[in-house]
């Protein structure tokens, strides 16, 4: 998979965003001769992750209408309510990607954990329903168990997820 440089980004925060070892990211980028000399724009090879272009599923999150979108081919599959994160601890704004998972994480993150390219923050279950369709997390988005267990169980790790 290729990821594009942001402002802002170091190789150790791309490294740290996609969970991969910082000498593994180096060593998949040979032309990387100085790791605190990347620039925005520039295209890093991030090993062990499908490319995002060769999945036909895609994810959309409306934040405003708290609602998670899968598309398969850019047509809608179905629709998902969700929780996302209260006014102080926004949910990122931007383009990701799933890059693993893990199951029965424990604590209030229900049966699945989705993680996204930004460290922190993933899809999840919940173990308060009655939270699903509000404000009210830390920024991550939160699916009633039965439907993160039935997105994950169609998209791969590499999934591109578009938030806005």
Known sequence: MIHTVKPGESLALIA???RIN???????????????????????????????????YSIRV????????????GRVVK???IAVGKMLTHTPLGEYVIVNREPNPGGPFGVLWLSLSRRGYGIHGTNNPSSIGK??????????????????????NGTRVVIQ
């Open 16 to 18: 740290a965003n996609y």
């Open 22 to 56: 910082f000498q593994k990211l180096l060593s998949a980028n040979p032309a990387i001769t100085n790791p605190n000399m990347i620039f925005v724009g520039q295209r890093i090879e991030i090993p062990g992750l499908q490319d995002p272009t060769s999945i036909p």
């Open 62 to 73: 409306s934040l405003g209408q708290r609602q998670l979108t899968l598309l398969n081919n």
């Open 79 to 81: 629709t998902f309510p």
């Open 135 to 156: 404000a009210v997390s830390h920024g991550c988005i939160r699916m009633h168990n039965k439907d993160v267990l039935e997105l994950a169980s169609m998209v791969p």
